[in-house]
């Protein structure tokens, strides 16, 4: 498995690439926006595009993610059908922002449990609710490795005052969720650079182990 980051949007979103190196299979996780970008990207590498997934319905996050699709061909996964609400409005917070939207239905919406495939590589789903209701992290055990979108970053947490937001909802998943399948996975954050969950229960202001004990 390998991965790379693509900022994307004015927000400076971290789209990720992942691909599976037996395959040369690949997924573009959040392809918020930039589609030029993404498609040097993908061009660069010499990948071959397979699905396009999505942590979460936020503008930056998804708002070009179904003209991305159309144009290519692929099909997207996610994310938890909770967040149906945000990608209904991605049309009217493209405006707000300044970040083309577009409403899409992704192909498969996802449930915590359910498992992706790129390539031979097979992600775990986990739903973890409070920056959006839908929001779901994708997870590869044999890499130590997870997308987590706006659930958790480096030295914080995403917000939780946007509607349908729910900050305990929030720290119950990261705690509850994430923080069990160990301190040495790597992860990459919808924003900002990467991390270990290991660093982030010594150091994160919001959810180390002393900010909550």
């Not at 503008?59 to 996610?78: K, M, N, S, Y």
């Not at 192909?107 to 973890?128: A, N, P, S, Y």
């Not at 954050?189 to 182990?209: C, L």
Request: net charge negative; with cysteine.
């Amino acid at each position: 498995m390998k991965a790379g980051i693509i900022p994307v949007t004015p927000l400076q979103q971290n789209c990720s690439l992942i691909w599976c190196t037996k395959t040369n299979k690949a997924a573009l996780i959040d392809p918020g926006g930039d589609l030029d970008k993404l498609k040097e990207g993908l061009a660069k590498t010499g990948v071959e595009l397979e699905k396009i997934l999505i942590t979460h319905g936020h503008i930056d996050h998804c708002g070009e993610a179904g003209v991305l699709a159309q144009e290519l061909g692929v099909p997207i996964e996610g994310p938890h059908e909770a967040d149906r609400f945000w990608i209904s409005r991605l049309d009217d917070d493209g405006k707000k922002y300044g970040i083309n939207g577009q409403v899409f239905e992704p192909d498969r919406w996802l449930d915590d449990g359910d498992k992706v495939t790129v390539g031979e590589l097979e992600l775990d789903v986990i739903h973890c609710p409070g920056h959006t209701p839908g929001h779901v992290v994708f997870y590869n055990a044999d890499a130590k490795f997870a997308v987590v979108g706006d659930v958790l970053f480096q030295g914080s947490i995403g917000r939780t005052d946007f509607p349908m937001g729910n900050h305990q909802d929030l720290i119950d998943a990261i705690t509850q969720k994430l923080w069990p399948l160990g301190d040495d996975i790597t992860f990459i954050p919808g924003h900002g650079p990467t991390s270990t969950f290991g660093q982030e229960r010594k150091t994160n202001a919001f959810v180390s182990d002393y900010a909550l004990s």
